[in-house]
């Protein structure tokens, strides 16, 4: 019902677009603008007093306008059998006229003439007013009448694809009718040549559409019947219907209503089918629950079952787990012993290496030296004379440093000596010293027990090994930091691969090419557009010219044509140019443009390619490019022609890895997407894995389905997967800082523990020194003799004192003359200095080395320490886990036995075995409590749950709900477009209705003052559906001036107005003056007060203003002089003849006439047929 509905608004906006053309709106389908077509006129009100107060001028001059061409008029018309014709032929010589006067007296057949020009080219027989079937239009006597209609296809809207005239020939037979379309060419010399270009009415409607012919129209058609009854019956509400029907108006505007009305229906029927979608999506939310809910309880109760039977086997599990647990560790004890031993031996193996990595880094190093050395000698060719100023000042600068510390040393000799002097004779007979020296001893004896203490206490000991182990377990978080981020980049690459798959199945639902590029459709539309500036047109995407033979090697075909599969192939340099403006004009992103490769076409493919042999299938073999210039491509960039196919990778690793691989093969792949590089005398063996996870083929050149809702859901499990990873991360983040300030807090109670066992030994050293010192003092103080040698050795000092002071003046006197003369040469100096500089910058950056080598070498040392820590540790655990063993091993005999008995009671499930698999089994304690949530679980879900929904009854309600959701979707976006339609539509109408109504009120004024004396205008009263035609002439409104005013029907007032004398040329006429202002009655409003001829005249006027507003090549008049007088008949037929000829030269008119036609003034441009008559 939905589908039924859409096609109708279809249907329904190609009428309404249709209607649009047919009041000449539509200028698309024309070649060039009418030549009717003016400005849109400003609409002037035509007041009453404006019509009575206006005075046309004389009669103005028709200027002749220039004649234009257009296609569709009437070149011939040829008649047989058709009414009362048995053979006419009329040829009407549109070159030169397009006036046709066609006389004769009544029976001589002008109407069956102007009703088969209707019928020959489409029309029905009810609208000619001479029959109600086409069949009655058959001369009597005769099977079939034969109507042929010629018309010209030069000038504006011709049909390029046909020749000069356009033939149609319409059969009509008693049952039905045939048309024949003809193009007909004309020679110079006259001569016609004719072919048939079409058979089928479709044809003939569309170039009578073309031509703007409006076989329906009764404007065009005034038959003889309209005619009489449009003069006999010229009412407003008469003339409005006839405007209505020629401008088409009113059947647009109930369209346009029809089309809402068929919108709203529509726009009901698609929300009624989205409520209904909606329910049902609720519905199958529910049966996916009811779903779930049952294999949930299912799977809960099988599980109960398993746990059951487990669970007796768990105790001996368990214990054999700890036994196992208990070897482990035994091994680990082992392998790290042995792991251990051997790190500790690499670890100084190690240091030995960095030892003589320093060793050589000295020797280059010393090598440095001498070339610095080497670069100062060529600096000391130049400055020799500075450097001998600066030996000597600095020998000065040395015995002087001398001197001053001889000065030094003689003043704290001198110092030292006085104040021993001073002791020695202060302690002469005191008996405290003795008593200082027993409480130092005191004190000594106490501070080296408590240093041997801390020593040998293994304090130290302790805090290292743990610190150690710390540092261990921090490598151990960091080692598992790193693995974690590895899996999560891993996870990365995967993710982005999945959502490059998504992405490019969902382009490839729009366009197959898409799969290459997702902007790859519009590139090659843009290129299809601007193909005329390319010498040759680009080829690419280049994986587009590429299938498989045989599907299974898509995977790797891809991993090694994927690089290339998305670029583009041109002929030239300014062939590439036009493309990169192309991608340009798409604002395509600079990473989503092919690559564009430039390559002369030469349309062959190679010939001389180095393949390996048929035993093995290449990649190029198993590859179709229909494109030679694409084939040679690929073989340059990728040489797939020496890549071998394997379907095993231990076979690839073997085959290529062999001293002999095949011949002229350089690579292997295997089908799940790993590579092996040959070995060979220009290579080396390489195998490259590939871990990918996912090996499926994309489809890029091969047709492959993939699962959308699949790929989605991996997308979510790969994003889910790598939250996870990062929450591991920040944890294992979390305790490797925790770690840290464990280490940091342990290094701390290392540096306490040194720091306070270096203040104790401190502490000893200077305790000591003081008891020696007492000891030496209570030794010394019987000693006078020394208290004169002391006296005599402070004079001898403070002789040498002066002498030295002495000595030293002297030699800083030298050295500032020395200063002063090397000053001129310092210059010299600093420019040489530069060099050497350089060099020694050299020699720092090897100076560094050797102290990084130094740092690794003391972390060796550090490690070395660890690990040596570690081996004595193993040792001391190594008698508790063999006695661990022996417990467990006579605990698990006690399980054994038990278990035999619980098994003949407890039922074991069909999906098990006896032992069960209990690998991944929890312990026994959580396998209980999983147990009795199970149960629990169980027992609540069976409640609620609902079996009779299955796995196929959701598929298929899910499948359906989806196919209704999109015909929602598609329905929903129809409706507003055609509401988007409708609203512009309507905007569109108003505009129209105007410009219709002011144009033939504009055009029929006009038409008015060519005849000269006459005035008035056109009246649309739209709410009471009438068109009155207000004319009056002067003669009748000169009249009027002297009547006594009359009172208004309406009651409205008219003002006093002056009339300028209608004879006066020169404007200065008297005028004359009305009465004064009083009421009067509005004059009746129609032609009863006209002539016939001015009747005649006036009614043509109006049929030519509702002219101007649709265009059509040719206009036609049958008997539109019925009701006129022999002088206005001549009067009325030599204007429209003027007007024909020379205000309209560009369309074509056709007037019949039963009068005579003699006193007709012959004119160019004017063509007149006689007609006999032919029945009474």
Wanted: hydrophobic residues 30%; neutral net charge.
């Amino acid at each position: 019902m939905q589908l039924s509905s859409q096609l109708r608004l279809n249907m329904y906006e190609e009428k309404l677009m249709a209607m649009s053309h047919n009041l000449g709106m539509n200028k698309n389908k024309r070649d060039c603008s009418s030549p009717n077509e003016n400005i849109a006129p400003i609409r002037s009100t035509m007041n009453d007093d404006d019509a009575s107060a206006s005075v046309p001028a004389k009669k103005p001059r028709l200027e002749e306008e220039e004649r234009i061409a257009v296609a569709g008029r009437v070149a011939s018309v040829k008649l047989q059998n058709f009414m009362c014709h048995a053979n006419l032929q009329i040829d009407f010589n549109t070159k030169q006229n397009n006036c046709f006067y066609i006389g004769g007296p009544n029976g001589s057949g002008k109407s069956a003439l102007f009703a088969a020009i209707n019928l020959g080219l489409g029309g029905r027989g009810s609208d000619n007013d001479r029959g109600s079937t086409v069949k009655s239009y058959i001369k009597d006597g005769t099977p079939q009448s034969k109507i042929t209609i010629t018309l010209t296809n030069k000038g504006l809207n011709s049909h390029p694809d046909w020749d000069d005239l356009i033939s149609v020939e319409r059969t009509i037979n008693q049952s039905s009718s045939t048309y024949v379309m003809k193009s007909i060419k004309v020679s110079a010399n006259g001569h016609q040549t004719e072919h048939v270009i079409s058979k089928k009415k479709s044809d003939i409607d569309r170039i009578v559409n073309r031509f703007n012919i409006h076989l329906s129209n009764p404007a065009f058609w005034m038959s003889q019947d309209r005619s009489r009854s449009f003069l006999a019956n010229f009412k407003p509400s008469n003339v409005y219907k006839l405007y209505l029907q020629s401008t088409n108006l009113e059947n647009i505007r109930q369209s346009y209503v029809r089309f809402a009305a068929i919108i709203d229906e529509c726009s009901q029927i698609v929300e009624r089918k989205s409520a209904e979608v909606s329910i049902q999506q609720r519905k199958l939310k529910r049966m996916q629950e009811q779903r779930e809910l049952q294999m949930r309880v299912e799977s809960d109760r099988a599980l109960i079952g398993v746990y059951v039977w487990k669970l007796i086997f768990c105790k001996v599990r368990d214990l054999e787990d700890e036994i196992k647990l208990n070897k482990k560790k035994q091994e680990v004890h082992d392998k790290l012993h042995e792991e251990w031993k051997t790190q500790y031996a690499d670890n100084r193996a190690e240091r030995n290496q960095l030892e003589k990595a320093v060793q050589d880094v000295c020797e280059d190093a010393d090598l440095q030296t001498e070339e610095m050395g080497e670069a100062q000698k060529l600096q000391k060719a130049k400055t020799d004379e500075v450097m001998k100023f600066k030996d000597e000042i600095k020998s000065l600068e040395q015995q002087n440093r001398r001197k001053k510390v001889d000065i030094n040393g003689c003043k704290d000799a001198i110092r030292e000596a006085e104040n021993k002097l001073k002791s020695m004779v202060a302690k002469q007979g005191n008996d405290e010293v003795k008593k200082q020296l027993e409480r130092k001893n005191e004190e000594y004896q106490r501070i080296s027990k408590e240093v041997e203490k801390m020593e040998i206490g293994g304090e130290k000991v302790q805090l290292e090994e743990r610190a150690n182990l710390i540092a261990s377990d921090l490598n151990k978080k960091n080692k598992e930091k790193h693995e974690t981020l590895k899996e999560y980049h891993k996870l990365q690459g995967e993710f982005t691969n999945r959502q490059d798959m998504l992405r490019r199945a969902k382009a490839a639902k729009q366009n197959s090419v898409n799969k290459f590029g997702s902007s790859m459709s519009q590139i090659l539309s843009e290129i299809g557009k601007r193909r005329g500036e390319f010498k040759a047109l680009p080829k690419g995407p280049i994986g587009k010219f590429v299938t498989l033979k045989d599907p299974q090697w898509a995977y790797p075909v891809e991993q090694c044509l994927k690089n290339v599969a998305n670029n583009f192939l041109c002929h030239s340099q300014s062939d590439s140019a036009v493309l990169r403006d192309i991608f340009t004009h798409l604002r395509l992103p600079k990473n989503e443009r092919p690559t564009i490769i430039v390559s002369e076409f030469s349309g062959k493919r190679y010939s001389n390619l180095v393949e390996p042999s048929d035993e093995y299938p290449s990649m190029y073999r198993v590859l179709q490019i229909s494109d030679p210039d694409v084939d040679n491509l690929i073989i340059d960039k990728t040489s797939c022609e020496q890549f071998i196919l394997l379907k095993d990778k231990t076979e690839a690793m073997n085959l290529m890895g062999s001293k002999h691989p095949p011949k002229n093969a350089t690579r292997a792949f295997t089908s799940d997407g790993s590579q092996a590089y040959a070995n060979g005398p220009n290579s080396q063996y390489r195998f490259y894995a590939n871990n990918s996870r996912d090996t499926r083929p994309s489809g890029l050149f091969q047709q492959v389905n993939l699962d959308e809702a699949e790929l989605t859901k991996e997308v979510k499990n790969i994003e889910q997967a790598k939250m996870q990873i990062d929450t591991d991360v920040k944890q294992i983040e979390k305790e490797i800082q925790a770690l840290r300030r464990e280490q940091q807090s342990a290094d701390k109670e290392v540096e306490e523990f040194e720091r306070k066992l270096s203040n104790l030994r401190g502490q000893e050293i200077r305790t000591r020194r003081s008891v020696e010192e007492l000891q030496n003092s209570i030794a010394n103080s019987s000693k006078e003799e020394q208290v004169t040698s002391l006296s005599d050795s402070i004079a001898e000092l403070k002789s040498k004192l002066s002498q030295s002071e002495q000595e030293i003046l002297e030699i800083e006197e030298k050295i500032k003359e020395t200063e002063k003369e090397m000053q001129p040469y310092v210059k010299e100096r600093e420019e040489s200095a530069k060099t050497y500089a350089e060099l020694k910058k050299e020699l720092e950056e090897l100076n560094r080395s050797i102290l990084k080598f130094h740092e690794d070498m003391a972390v060796l040392d550090k490690k070395g320490d660890v690990l040596q820590l570690r081996l004595e540790k193993l040792a001391a655990d190594e008698q508790v886990l063999y006695h661990r063993e022996a417990r467990l091993l006579t605990e698990r005999d006690f399980a054994v036995e038990s278990l035999e008995t619980e098994k003949l009671t407890t039922p074991m499930p069909p999906t098990e075995q006896d032992p069960p698999d209990l690998t991944d089994f929890p312990v026994s304690d959580k396998a209980k409590l999983k147990l009795a949530e199970l149960q629990k679980s169980v027992e609540r879900a069976s409640k609620g749950c609902d079996m009779s929904i299955t796995h196929e009854t959701v598929k298929d309600f899910k499948e359906t709900l989806k196919m209704h959701r999109f015909f929602c979707r598609q329905l929903e976006e129809a409706v507003e477009s055609l509401r988007e339609v409708h609203a512009a539509r309507c905007r569109g109408y108003v505009s129209l209705k105007t410009y219709t109504e002011m144009k033939v009120c504009d055009k029929f004024q006009e038409l008015l003052e060519v005849r000269g004396h006459f005035i008035g205008g056109l009246e649309f009263d739209h709410d009471k559906e009438t068109l009155n035609v207000n004319v009056q002439s002067c003669k009748e409104k000169d009249s009027m001036a002297d009547r006594p005013p009359e009172d208004d029907d309406d009651g409205e007032d008219e003002e006093e107005e002056e009339l300028e004398d209608d004879d006066s040329d020169d404007g200065h006429a008297p005028r004359r003056k009305k009465a004064k202002k009083q009421p009067k009655k509005k004059k009746n409003r129609d032609l009863k007060g006209l002539s016939g001829g001015e009747r005649s005249f006036v009614t043509a006027a109006l049929v030519m203003s509702l002219w101007e507003v649709m265009e059509q090549p040719f206009r036609m008049l049958d008997e539109f002089d019925v009701f006129m007088d022999m002088m206005n008949r001549k009067l009325v037929m030599d204007l429209l003849v003027e007007l024909a000829t020379k205000k309209f030269p560009h369309n074509q008119f056709i007037f019949f006439t039963p009068q005579g036609i003699k006193e007709l003034k012959i004119v160019d441009g004017l063509q007149v047929f006689e007609m006999n008559k032919v029945r009474d």
